[in-house]
């Protein structure tokens, strides 16, 4: 409650973000009492046995050609949009998965730690359930090699945490993370 006190004293006005454990209840009670926004929690997934050799025919990586259309159905309600992802090549590697010229899905991940972070994998509504998340997932975990792999994914999204299992992930047990958004009151 000390480290609430000095925000509400000393930056009225301000926005602040919290990402914590979930089962840190003393945070999130305080939190609660602040009405602070909260996001789905996170659960951590953990590449331990990649799952290679599946068909990546279709999957290439991100172009001048093709930014234009990966920005088009990129995720938005994120920092790292698509705009800012295809300007930071230097940080992130995307790769699309191509269909009669047009992007119908894109994975973005990071390319220069020892453990790489899948950070957005998606793919429209109207493409799901054709293997290609299995195609970008593919493709990704064979240009990542050696390297380690780790994501975050909600909690309750079991498509995508069968998927990730499919392709060699296993939860990290303990390890989900929760986001509140907390804007400090103005006095």
């Given at each position: 409650?000390?480290?609430?006190?000095?925000?509400e004293?000393?930056?009225?006005?301000?926005?602040?973000?919290?990402?914590?454990?979930?089962?840190?209840y003393?945070?999130?009670?305080?939190?609660?009492?602040?009405?602070?926004?909260?996001?789905?929690?996170?659960?951590?997934?953990?590449?331990?046995?990649?799952?290679?050799?599946?068909?990546?025919t279709?999957?290439?990586?991100?172009?001048?050609?093709?930014?234009g259309?990966?920005?088009?159905?990129?995720?938005?309600d994120?920092?790292?949009?698509?705009e800012?992802?295809?300007?930071?090549?230097?940080?992130?590697?995307?790769?699309?998965?191509?269909?009669?010229?047009?992007?119908?899905?894109?994975?973005?991940?990071?390319?220069?730690?020892?453990?790489?972070?899948?950070?957005?994998l998606l793919?429209?509504?109207?493409?799901?359930?054709?293997?290609?998340?299995?195609?970008l997932?593919?493709?990704a975990?064979?240009?990542?090699?050696?390297?380690?792999?780790?994501?975050?994914?909600?909690?309750?999204?079991?498509?995508?945490?069968?998927?990730?299992?499919?392709?060699g992930?296993?939860?990290?047990?303990?390890?989900?993370?929760?986001?509140?958004?907390?804007?400090?009151p103005?006095?």
């Amino acid at each position: 409650a000390d480290a609430f006190h000095y925000l509400e004293q000393y930056y009225p006005g301000y926005s602040v973000d919290f990402v914590f454990n979930p089962g840190n209840y003393i945070l999130k009670e305080q939190l609660e009492l602040r009405n602070a926004e909260f996001e789905p929690e996170q659960q951590k997934m953990v590449l331990t046995t990649p799952v290679l050799g599946s068909d990546t025919t279709g999957v290439e990586i991100l172009s001048e050609e093709y930014i234009g259309q990966y920005c088009a159905i990129h995720s938005t309600d994120m920092y790292w949009t698509g705009e800012r992802v295809a300007h930071a090549q230097d940080r992130f590697r995307t790769l699309l998965v191509i269909r009669d010229d047009k992007v119908i899905g894109y994975i973005d991940m990071t390319c220069n730690f020892e453990e790489n972070e899948i950070y957005d994998l998606l793919v429209p509504e109207e493409y799901r359930r054709m293997g290609y998340g299995r195609k970008l997932l593919t493709k990704a975990l064979e240009m990542n090699q050696p390297k380690g792999m780790m994501l975050l994914v909600d909690i309750d999204n079991d498509p995508a945490i069968s998927l990730y299992e499919s392709m060699g992930f296993a939860k990290a047990q303990g390890q989900n993370t929760m986001t509140a958004h907390w804007t400090v009151p103005k006095i």
